[in-house]
């Protein structure tokens, strides 16, 4: 079978390794499993999202609502959005895919930092675009624009903060990338995937959507997998101008989000004590990881996400790390396949922490 050409240069993405894989490959049990991999809310999901699963699974023969009214108000109210200013998502990773597919041809090209989330290069290489990454991971002014003048690409991406690295960039410098590129040839798009745990951190890394809706080229990314605790139910959200959205809407397939998952992110929407909960709680555990690797001589990335990547010298090995991690049941992304010698690492609940730190001590004698 001959497949479009463009695939020859496409890595398959790696998503972090599930719990079932080691219990299957190691002959560790379920409860002694801890995966800080996936970026996930290691507290879990809300009990008024639950409530909100459960009530509406009598309602699993029907589609759902197309028109994702109640999640829209939901957003519109939280944002200080219109509903026209919205597209929802299978994920953040699904409006992505339809910016990608709205915008891009292998005429095309795209800009990102050097060290980003791998999906956009993998969107893009679908489409048969060209890649452009600039040398550092930062998002750094001089270097985006030094490329940007050089390539003009359609899009570029500004992940902040940044994963998998957890660095981010400030508002002030996101809005002179936005500023300096032009509005006819290029969209921005701004991931912020784990943006409240910046926001919470440090409010000059505070971006919201509503502060970017005044430029007619820039898409602000959201999600609900990370702080909102619901990973597993696909839910994100692009929000911008009305003439962008009303193009990517052209991508959509119909009812790309299910009843159940409508239901829970309306439900999350409403409960923001919850998010509190998960960062109050990230805050103080994410101590312990700084706190660790300074006792080690550890170097790593001031981290304004949920994670923390821990940056090794020659005498550490991360694929080697990672692997014996793994078999004793903790999972950890390595960073190899990104060209770093580092480790990414979901902050956990204290339990899970506890454990990290014991099993890491013990590969790394
Ligand atoms: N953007 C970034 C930077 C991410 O890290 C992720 C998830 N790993 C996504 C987007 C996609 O998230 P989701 O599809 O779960 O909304």
């Not at 996936?38 to 009990?47: A, Q, R, V």
């Not at 929000?239 to 239901?263: D, G, W």
């Amino acid at each position: 079978m001959r497949f479009n050409k463009v695939l020859e240069k496409i890595k398959t993405y790696e998503a972090g390794k599930p719990i079932e894989l080691v219990v299957r490959e190691f002959g560790i049990k379920p409860e002694d499993v801890v995966k800080l991999a996936s970026n996930e809310n290691p507290i879990g999901t809300s009990s008024a999202v639950k409530e909100a699963i459960i009530a509406n699974a009598d309602k699993a023969h029907l589609y759902p609502d197309d028109s994702m009214f109640e999640l829209k108000a939901a957003l519109s109210e939280k944002f200080g959005v219109g509903d026209e200013n919205i597209i929802i998502g299978a994920g953040s990773d699904q409006v992505l895919e339809f910016i990608s597919r709205a915008l891009l041809n292998e005429h095309e090209s795209v800009l990102m930092s050097g060290v980003t989330f791998a999906m956009y290069e993998i969107y893009a290489r679908q489409m048969g675009a060209k890649i452009y990454k600039t040398a550092s991971y930062e998002h750094k002014y001089d270097e985006f624009m030094e490329a940007y003048r050089m390539y003009l690409p359609r899009i570029v991406y500004l992940c902040t903060p940044n994963n998998p690295t957890g660095d981010a960039t400030s508002k002030e410098e996101v809005l002179r990338i936005i500023e300096a590129v032009d509005p006819l040839q290029t969209l921005v798009v701004v991931d912020g995937a784990y943006m409240e745990y910046a926001a919470a951190k440090d409010p000059r890394y505070k971006i919201t959507p509503k502060d970017l809706l005044g430029y007619p080229h820039v898409i602000y990314l959201g999600t609900f997998s990370k702080a909102y605790g619901l990973g597993g139910m696909r839910v994100g959200y692009g929000i911008a101008q009305s003439t962008v959205i009303r193009e990517l809407y052209k991508m959509r397939p119909p009812f790309n989000i299910s009843t159940l998952s409508l239901a829970a992110a309306i439900a999350a929407c409403g409960d923001d004590a919850f998010v509190e909960d998960s960062i109050r709680l990230h805050q103080q555990e994410i101590k312990r990881y700084e706190a660790f690797a300074k006792e080690k001589g550890i170097a790593y990335i001031d981290s304004y996400t949920n994670f923390i990547t821990y940056l090794f010298d020659e005498g550490m090995d991360s694929t080697r790390i990672a692997d014996a991690l793994l078999k004793r049941g903790v999972i950890i992304r390595d960073l190899a396949s990104y060209g770093m010698n580092a480790i990414r690492i979901t902050v956990g609940t204290p339990k899970q922490n506890d454990t990290f730190f014991k099993v890491f001590n013990e590969v790394t004698v």
